[in-house]
């Protein structure tokens, strides 16, 4: 009995299956790691955001040269505050919260695995004061 062609069968059965978790772990692997990236850039902007004369503008621009070095462009970053920084007073909580649509800093084409997942990172940091006299 002749089995030249018994390999061939079975890797075309198998080889989808293969790819598929190879691709897959690529894309979660890959959340993991942007996930990391904006959980440390809302860190950056909440320190930006609790100095004395800090803006709205600083601490996205804060945000946007921490993600500057890394594979995220800085301008599919959303970045937003539970106050202005102008405008929070000493000791009030002040939070960053950056959001990014995953399509955006997927390494895979097309829409696979996670094409409808938004990431989000929090921080939230006290407003600091100068000490008074």
């Known amino acids: 009995m002749k089995r030249r062609g018994a390999s061939a069968v079975e890797f075309a059965v198998v080889a989808p299956v293969l790819f598929l978790m190879i691709f897959g772990m690529i894309e979660y692997g890959r959340l993991i790691m942007v996930q990391q990236i904006i959980t440390n850039a809302s860190r950056e902007g909440a ?31 959303a970045v937003a505050f539970n106050v202005a920084p102008q405008t929070a007073t000493a000791g009030n909580p002040v939070t960053v919260t950056l959001t990014i649509d995953f399509n955006q800093v997927s390494w895979l084409p097309g829409q696979w695995f996670l094409s409808n997942t938004t990431m989000r990172a929090q921080t939230t940091m006290r407003r600091e004061a100068l000490a008074s006299n």
């Open 47 to 77: 320190r930006e955001a609790v100095l004395d004369g800090a803006t709205s503008t600083s601490v996205t621009d804060q945000v946007r040269i921490y993600l500057q070095g890394t594979s995220i462009d800085p301008n599919d970053v």
